[in-house]
């Protein structure tokens, strides 16, 4: 089943906190795994992004963490800054035709408080 | 141009009628997708072109939407017999190439979308 399953829905983090947004997916031919910020009236922008036989990759203040076995992958926003309010959605590609086809999660709301 | 563009931002329509939404992907690049987004959810992947051709349509919700992409660059989302439904931000990316790769090549530019409101 194509499906990613994203949590929690919304999230209040204080400035410098640490964000984490969690999702699951049920597919194993998912291979690549991406991250976006969407800011209202934009559309999302790629963040950051992992493939399956890497078990975490770090760019700047965001860390994407991924579990194989677990069918798990997160995201942790270090020192979160209140520019960095937003919604934060996790991706993943399938295989077959669809070339780079993503399936989204439904979205976390993200609010980081000065 | 340097992004993704989408024209119009913002078209309100009365159920019944049709419309088009058009986008202007990032020069040279050959993989284009729209996708469609309703409030408070992901996108929704609706078809994929491969330069001219549409390489996966499956997403589109019924035969009243329809897809053309006729000089592998600007593409136009049609929308016969509106309905309420429809309603939603229409959202177009593209990417220099398609496929399994895990380069910067492969991933999604998105535009600003196109609100559509049917009335």
């Known amino acids: 089943q194509q499906q990613v399953k994203q949590s929690p829905q919304s999230l209040i983090v204080q400035k410098g906190g640490i964000s984490i947004i969690n999702c699951a997916y049920e597919?194993?031919?998912?291979?690549?795994f991406p991250w976006y910020q969407q800011f209202p009236g934009k559309g999302p922008a790629l963040l950051i992004a992992?493939?399956?036989?890497?078990s975490e990759k770090k760019e700047g203040r965001f860390t994407i963490s991924f579990n194989k076995s677990a069918k798990q992958f997160s995201l942790h926003i270090m020192d979160s800054q209140p520019g960095d309010s937003a919604t934060y959605f996790c991706a993943a590609r399938g295989f077959g035709t669809s070339g780079s086809r993503l399936t989204f999660g439904e979205g976390t709301q993200l609010t980081v408080n000065p | 141009g340097a992004g993704v563009s989408q024209t119009p931002s913002n078209k309100v329509t009365e159920k019944g009628k049709y419309v088009e939404l058009r986008c202007d992907p990032i020069?040279?690049?050959?993989?284009l997708y729209w996708y469609r987004q309703s409030l408070g959810q992901g996108p929704e992947f609706l078809i994929y072109?491969?330069?001219?051709?549409?390489?996966?349509d499956s997403g589109l919700p019924n035969d009243r939407f329809f897809a053309v992409r006729p000089e592998g660059s600007v593409s136009t989302l049609k929308i016969q017999r509106t309905e309420r439904g429809d309603s939603a931000v229409y959202l177009c990316?593209?990417?220099?190439?398609?496929?399994?790769?895990?380069?910067?090549?492969?991933?999604?530019?998105f535009g600003s979308g196109t609100r559509l409101t049917v009335v």
């Open positions: 990316a593209s990417s220099l190439r398609s496929g399994t790769g895990g380069g910067s090549s492969y991933g999604y530019t």
């Open positions: 597919n194993t031919a998912f291979d690549y």
């Open positions: 992992i493939r399956p036989d890497v």
């Open positions: 072109f491969q330069g001219t051709g549409a390489a996966d």
């Open positions: 020069s040279g690049h050959t993989a």
